[in-house]
């Protein structure tokens, strides 16, 4: 026996909706040709309807649902007319009924279906290959980060709009590191303050091409990380902050060492410390005294990784990324000024007695 349901207004509307958006495609099959891309009202049809899912295998479910007006203010919806793009343009060949998913689990879904980006953003899905992300990724780490996990599918925004949000999407993945940054002096002026001019993840580790930061060659060019902001006079001089951190760094026994080595030999290991060995990686803190984790109160700890032996004074000896002044050190200060002068005295009585010596050999060979 069979069960007649009858048809409501509704359903019959519905019904000669969908034959209107389909009698084109049925007329260019008629002929024998390839059927034309489902326009987005077609796909919306179904893809609108709410608490729409997919049960998958493993026993997950993947939603079905696609909310128009989010779609709509999307970088590839309508409201972006220079780079809208129709649901075919991602779902290539997608049919009705769909051709069956051999996914089993939404993973697997993600990562059969992100490569799709790559016929826009060949040139960032192309370095995102060579990046951290997708060497993870060809060794068998599923969980590592493609072109959706980050941006995002339907609903996908301008990714530093606000400029917090870069952070915030790295934070999905690398939570403990995300805190660490929210409480430092960088990432709390970022996420607590808007600050323009703090560095986010990307400033430091890049975009699409995230390098291995625990390399060699990492740790020793990590001081031209800092400088793109700690070496610029404009920038620092907003917040009363001297280059002379940068440039210091540079003249003492710690930074030339780093330096001849990223120019002689990058690969090989220097155990001579760099910015984040005294100042923290991602958990930065103000150099100031006033708190139980600022730099200068926990100077000593810092000197004792590579100093074992280091004393109650010996971050005395050192003065800063600052030069010696006056005030502070007037003895160290003098002495500077005495070699200043010494110096260039003693060179121009050396050049004066070679200078001298020729004269004299030149004198003897006349005569």
């Given amino acids: ?5 009858p048809l409501t207004a509704g359903m019959i509307a519905c019904l000669l909706l969908l034959f209107g958006l389909a009698a084109p495609v049925l007329a260019v099959q008629e002929e024998g040709d390839e059927p034309p891309p489902a326009s987005n009202a077609y796909c919306l049809l179904c893809h609108s309807r709410p608490d729409q899912v997919w049960h998958l295998p493993s026993g997950e479910t993947l939603p ?3 909310d128009p007006a989010v779609l709509a203010q999307s970088v590839h919806g309508d409201a972006n007319p220079d780079g809208a793009l129709a649901c075919a343009d991602c ?3 997608f049919r009705f009924p769909h051709p069956p998913s051999t996914s089993r689990t939404a993973r697997e879904f993600r990562l059969e279906r992100y490569a799709v980006c790559r016929n826009c953003h060949e040139d960032q899905y192309t370095r995102a290959q060579d990046s951290v992300h997708g060497a993870a990724l060809r060794a068998g780490r599923l969980e590592a980060a493609v072109c959706v996990d980050c941006h ?5 925004q301008p990714p530093d709009e606000p400029r917090q949000r870069v952070s915030l999407t790295c934070g999905r993945c690398h939570g403990a590191i995300f805190e660490e940054y929210q409480n430092s002096v960088h990432g709390a002026a970022l996420l607590d303050e808007n600050n323009p001019d703090v560095p986010t993840c990307i400033n430091c580790h890049g975009v699409h091409d995230i390098q291995n930061p625990t390399t060699t060659l990492f740790r020793v060019r990590s001081p031209e990380l800092c400088a793109g902001c700690h070496a610029d006079a404009g920038l620092m001089g907003k917040y009363n902050i001297s280059t002379q ?4 760094y540079l003249t003492d026994f710690h930074g030339s060492t780093v330096a001849l080595f990223e120019h002689e030999t990058p690969d090989v290991p220097t155990n001579k410390a760099v910015c984040f060995d005294c100042h923290g990686v991602h958990n930065i803190q103000p150099v100031a005294a006033g708190g139980a984790s600022s730099i200068r109160e926990t100077l000593l700890t810092t ?3 590579c100093h074992p032996g280091a004393s109650t004074s010996f971050p005395d000896a050192w003065l800063g990324h600052y030069p010696a002044t006056a005030a502070a050190h007037p003895v160290l200060f003098a002495a500077n000024r005495l070699y200043d002068w010494l110096t260039p005295l003693v060179i121009g009585l ?10 004299r050999r030149l004198r003897r060979r006349g005569g």
């Fill in 350 to 359: 050396v050049g004066l007695v070679v200078v001298s010596d020729v004269v």
């Fill in 303 to 305: 000197c004792q990784q």
């Fill in 245 to 248: 951190v940068f440039d210091s």
């Fill in 64 to 66: 079905l649902t696609v």
């Fill in 91 to 93: 779902h290539p060949n």
């Fill in 1 to 5: 026996m069979t069960t007649k349901v």
């Fill in 152 to 156: 995002g599918g339907h609903d996908i």
